[in-house]
């Protein structure tokens, strides 16, 4: 079961032409649109160490190097809080909320567009403790590496902690398309319907072939991309994936060994 964590009303919410779930809608009478967001918890919001430098600890210098972790972890320092990178294969039934989404550059290729698709990170929250065990002890949580799928038995299996901040990337008809179609139902991404340069479905669309789009980060110098946190109306723009990931593995006239991720 996947969320947004969003109502969306008026002639702007209109479910754009695809068989992708939508959040649930309601229609009012008022023309404009209203978009209403919720805070999941405190856990979902960035956390930021200030390190208090009125302490002196001046004779620690000449053996800083001496010190064991425990010693270290007391002593003010700038503290990096980085976002551990994880493969989707290692989040299928494991519940988190997605705080930021980010379309970076695409590669170049020989499409009449000049790009790939491109792919979109995903920064996440992974749920609370409880909710781990408890999907665990259902037998919901897998994980998929290369081509084999084993259930994880118990919490100290998984490859992050409960309410870790992480990133997944991902470029497909799946989880980017998913993203993409609640974009531009909110009002947050403007897609033409057709480009000269692309044919296709419009929500598989290069960003750089996108109208506008609300919110960006920068990419290098000179270069804004589409990244989205927050809601038109200001509050927070979140995914809550109560069941994680699922994975649909097939096989067509391109590919013996296909696999695609959705949000469960």
């Known amino acids: 079961m996947v969320a947004v964590i969003a109502t969306c009303t008026g002639p702007h919410c209109a479910t754009v032409g695809t068989d992708i ?16 967001a919720e805070i999941v918890d405190e856990a979902a919001k960035p956390v930021v160490y200030s390190p208090r430098f009125d302490q002196d ?32 294969g290692w989040l299928l039934g494991v519940p988190f909320t997605v705080t930021a989404v980010t379309f970076w550059t695409p590669a170049a290729d020989k499409s009449p567009s000049g790009y790939r698709m ?15 065990e408890r999907q665990i002890a259902r037998g919901r949580v897998l994980e998929r590496n290369d081509n084999e799928t084993r259930v994880i038995k118990d919490i100290d299996e998984l490859a992050f902690y409960p309410g870790e901040r992480i990133v997944f990337n991902d470029e497909s008809t799946g ?52 990244h989205f946190t927050k809601l038109p109306n200001g509050n927070p723009f979140l995914i809550r994936a109560s069941r994680g990931l699922r994975v649909s593995e097939y096989s067509n006239d391109y590919t013996a060994d296909g696999v695609t991720y959705y949000f469960g």
């Not at 001496?66 to 503290?79: G, N, S």
């Not at 792919?119 to 609370?128: F, K, L, M, N, R």
């Open 21 to 36: 779930p939508m959040a649930t809608r309601t229609k009012s009478a008022d023309s404009s649109p209203v978009v209403d």
């Open 57 to 88: 600890f001046s004779n620690l210098v000449p053996v800083i190097h001496e010190l064991r972790p425990d010693q270290l972890d007391e002593i003010p320092a700038l503290t990096i809080d980085g976002l551990q990178v994880v493969q989707k």
């Open 118 to 132: 491109g792919y979109v990170s995903c920064e996440a929250t992974i749920g609370d403790l409880n909710t781990l």
């Open 175 to 226: 989880i980017r398309r998913t993203i993409v179609n609640w974009l531009v139902q909110y009002n947050m991404a403007q897609i033409p319907d057709s480009h000269p340069q692309y044919e296709g479905n419009r929500l598989d669309m290069p960003w750089p072939l996108w109208d506008s789009f609300i919110e960006s980060t920068s990419q290098g110098e000179g270069v804004q991309v589409p």
